[in-house]
């Protein structure tokens, strides 16, 4: 409640993505909103009785959101913030990490110079057996490119990230839906 403070912090009334446009967010784990929408229906089978059909179930519709995102070199442009370097990018945007890294590093010559740290929030899947539970091959890519430009993991939340409990993950067979969050810092 400081107002000196305050003059220090603008809030804009738009997202950041990896497109210039809108996206819809839906209802997700913890009353939040993510890009992670669940499929119009479900196949149930009774594994105890083959001789029953299987039921095709409707999954509960999740409320959409329009949200407006501008990508990275966007803002940086209407901010007038071409020139300067950003010494802390946080990226928390609900499932559009990826989409966002990716249009990051396509648009900036690979490797964008004027960031030093970069603080991610992902969400994924535990997909990439090579590397054990609570890995992701999107994750794996992003970190491999973002070393390739010289930044270093220095700290994650944990090995494994953290487990959704929605129990329509478990009814989908994705019971490994994650979290995690990592910070990476350009070396010198």
């Known amino acids: 409640n400081d107002p000196e403070v305050s003059k220090l912090y603008h809030f804009h009334t738009y997202g950041s993505g990896g497109i210039d446009g809108t996206i819809n967010l839906v209802d997700y784990d913890w009353g939040q909103v993510s890009l992670l929408r669940y499929p119009p229906y479900v196949v149930d089978c009774n594994q105890t009785d083959i001789s029953k059909p299987c039921k095709v179930n409707p999954t509960n519709q999740q409320k959409?959101?329009?949200?407006?995102v501008k990508t990275?070199?966007?803002?940086?442009k209407e901010l007038g913030h071409q020139d300067r370097i950003i010494d802390y990018l946080k990226i928390d945007v609900e499932g559009s990490e990826f989409a966002f890294l990716e249009q990051m590093l396509d648009t900036n010559g690979g490797c964008p110079a004027f960031i030093r740290?970069?603080?991610?929030?992902w969400h994924?899947?535990?997909?990439?057996?090579?590397?054990?539970?609570?890995?992701?091959?999107?994750?794996n890519a992003?970190?491999?490119?973002?070393?390739?430009c010289g930044f270093e993991l220095f700290w994650q939340w944990s090995?494994?990230?953290?487990?959704?409990?929605?129990r329509i993950f478990h009814d989908l067979e994705m019971k490994d839906v994650r979290y995690n969050l990592a910070s990476f810092i350009r070396k010198k």
Do not use: M
Not at 117 to 121: A, D, K, L, M, P
Not at 159 to 166: N, Q
């Open 64 to 68: 959409a959101y329009p949200l407006e």
């Open 72 to 76: 990275l070199n966007t803002i940086r």
């Open 117 to 121: 740290q970069i603080g991610i929030e």
């Open 124 to 139: 994924h899947f535990s997909v990439d057996s090579r590397y054990g539970e609570g890995s992701s091959g999107q994750v």
């Open 142 to 148: 992003i970190v491999a490119l973002l070393k390739s």
């Open 159 to 166: 090995k494994l990230g953290w487990k959704s409990g929605e």
